[in-house]
């Protein structure tokens, strides 16, 4: 598995490379947004680890340049704490999931794990989060191998749940998700379509959480 790890605070960059090594990962570096877009337009890697404040371009430009020539490749973003703004900014410009500043270096693993898993599953066809799976031919979607019974609605507002899951996933972002089912969708209709996958989901212990003003969370009850 090849990483290119994009961090401009050399101290951190090497105990991340580091680390990421002793996960056995191939790592390439480079400190430098400008550096990071050539070596993203010229090769491919299997995951990017990328810092948002980079000299050169910023980690959001390299982003936003990587998926403009159409590259899924998965990006995990670092961002300092505070920085709300660049978080929402960044999912948007289409990184796959971030890690705030300071980590620990479990913390970037598990990310990076569970990141790859969701990538690779998705290539294979199927979403997989806390005992559910979709299959992404069929529509259909399970929990533990038994089928739930889902309009094709909820199970769009689920594929999209389940894609971030863990994550955040605004009305907005919904509503835009389901457009291509139906001429229109206000922000009405989305909550009642949460509201019907809610109820199915509750008996078996998943909760689509409702962010005020943020949006939804798919998360798996303790
Ligand atoms: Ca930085």
Known sequence: MR????EDDPALAGSLRQGLQQMGFAVE???????????????????VVLDLGLPGLSGMEVLRRLRKRGAT??????TARDALQD?????????DDYVLKPFDFEE???????????TQSERAGYLEAGG??????????????????????EVAVLELLMS???????????????????EEIGPNAVEVYVHRLRRKLEPFGISVRTLRGLGYLLEKND
């Open 108 to 118: 970037l693993e598990a990310r990076l794990q569970a990141l790859l898993r969701r």
């Open 29 to 47: 570096s480079c400190q430098d947004g400008s550096e990071a877009d050539a070596m993203l337009s010229l090769r491919a890697f299997d995951v």
């Open 3 to 6: 990483i290119l790890l994009v």
């Open 132 to 153: 559910l799976r979709l299959d992404k031919r069929s529509r259909q979607a399970f929990f533990e191998h038994q089928p739930l019974m889902l309009s094709s609605r």
């Open 164 to 182: 971030r899951c863990g994550r955040v996933v605004g009305k907005d972002q919904l509503a835009e998700h389901l457009t291509g089912l139906e």
């Open 73 to 78: 490749t998965p990006v995990l973003v670092l």
């Open 87 to 95: 978080r929402v900014a960044g999912l948007k410009a289409g990184a």
